[in-house]
């Protein structure tokens, strides 16, 4: 049976690496994107190039009728879904607990939290035994953060974390022998451009000395883990792996 994988906030960085990796590993890719679809395109069209197979689905995992069309589109054109990578997710700029607004605080979680729990529901109702699946693998992007709460920073998207955390361990008891197997990835410090969009552009450059490898992570060192989770720990599951450096 063919291994059909999708990568949620595939279009950059974790996400695009796990992505061009997967494909070489043999999954058929479907490459979700919330708004920037040029980035998207230009992973598909690396793959492809590869020989490899993949599409770019369009959707904001926060919208449940989004999600669903999805996940369905990803039926249609690559088949029934044996792996899911929770990759999407926001941070915000820094500020302290005293001065978020709900506003804030209800994206962080639609994106990070609900999404994650969105998604992961459609794929357990296409993977488990118990709905006619043959079983597969999710792997949920957490981080560092959710073990150090990232106080005077984003203690908001430290905590959807420690959501995510929680969420895989659950969910992985509650499907174990439905033939899914759910963990999670705890990325560190690694270099890719959602530090800029949280307005600190060299975040990852000022903590690199705090870090007892004294270096950065890259997107690809993540993605080795994740499709290491997906494809090859057989008897793995519950598990959060942390890629951090030592930090």
């Avoid at 506003?103 to 729990?117: A, D, K, Q, T």
């Avoid at 022998?177 to 307005?199: C, F, M, Q």
Wanted: proline share 3%; glycine share 12%; charged share 20%.
């Amino acid at each position: 049976m063919d291994q059909v994988l999708l990568i949620t906030g595939g279009s950059r960085g974790i996400g695009a690496a796990t992505a061009l990796l997967a494909a070489r590993r043999g999954f058929a890719v479907a490459v979700n994107y919330t708004r920037d679809s040029l980035a998207a395109d230009e992973v598909v069209r690396s793959i492809r190039a590869g020989g490899g197979s993949a599409i770019t689905v369009q959707a904001d995992v926060g919208d449940e009728a989004q999600v669903m069309a999805m996940f369905e589109k990803v039926d249609a054109k690559l088949g029934r879904l044996t792996g899911l990578v929770n990759n999407a997710g926001v941070v915000d700029l820094p500020a302290r607990v005293d001065e978020m607004t709900v506003p804030r605080l209800e994206r962080m979680l639609r994106i990070n939290v609900i999404g994650s729990f969105l998604c992961a529901r459609e794929a357990v109702r296409r993977m488990s035994t118990r709905h006619g699946g043959s079983g597969g693998a999710i792997v949920n992007l957490s981080s560092a953060a959710a073990r150090l709460g990232s106080p005077g920073q984003y203690v908001d998207y430290a905590a959807s974390k420690g959501a995510i955390d929680t969420f895989t361990m659950g969910l992985a008891k509650e499907v174990a022998d439905e033939g899914i197997r759910v963990n999670a990835l705890r990325p560190g410090l690694i270099d890719t451009d959602i530090h800029a969009s949280g307005g600190i552009p060299d975040r990852v450059a000022l903590l690199a000395p705090t870090v007892p490898m004294k270096r950065t992570g890259t997107a690809d060192e993540c993605a080795n883990a994740i499709v290491w989770l997906l494809a090859e720990a057989s008897y793995t599951t519950g598990s959060v792996i942390d890629v951090t450096g030592g930090r």
